[in-house]
């Protein structure tokens, strides 16, 4: 992996970490997660049972994104022919893979952080935030989009 989409990784999952410990200071003792849907009666939850499902689920998908690069074995040196890779998908499934790890890290923070602004009461409108779990949705469709255009345009 490109150290650069290391770097990326490794500061999303400090910022998920942050973010999920700043939500979970301001939670009340019994956190609604159904966040008011009126398909779905409110699901309540303890604050410590959202905090470690949060961190199983980041720590399962951050675990399988990586397994998934070391079986393809995408970590081996790469062989080079006068000076050129021969196989560059290698690098580029790689550094996608590690980019995804790093955007839904994103994606948990910003999932966490909406989740702790309804369910504060010191938010007087926390429609406010809503914008954010949009942001984060965008950020994966359009990853999972831009891999599937440079699969297909790359000769």
Do not use: C
Not at 8 to 17: Q, R, T
Not at 143 to 149: A, D, E, K, L, R
């Amino acid at each position: 992996m490109n150290r650069f989409i290391k770097f990326f990784w490794v500061v999303s999952l400090l910022g998920f970490l942050a973010a999920l410990l700043f939500a979970f200071a301001g939670m009340p003792a019994k956190v609604d997660i159904a966040l008011g849907s009126s398909m779905v009666d409110s699901v309540f939850l303890t604050r410590d049972i959202f905090f470690y499902i949060m961190v199983g689920i980041t720590l399962f998908t951050n675990g399988l994104l990586v397994t998934v690069t070391r079986v393809l074995g995408l970590t081996s040196p790469l062989q080079y022919q006068e000076g050129i890779p021969q196989n560059p998908s290698r690098i580029t499934l790689s550094n996608w893979l590690g980019a995804m790890a790093g955007i839904l890290n994103l994606f948990y923070a910003i999932t966490s952080l909406i989740v702790s602004f309804y369910n504060n009461p010191g938010y007087s409108n926390p429609t406010h935030y809503n914008y954010l779990i949009y942001i984060g949705l965008f950020l994966i469709v359009f990853w999972v989009i831009g891999f599937v255009w440079t699969v297909f345009t790359r000769k």
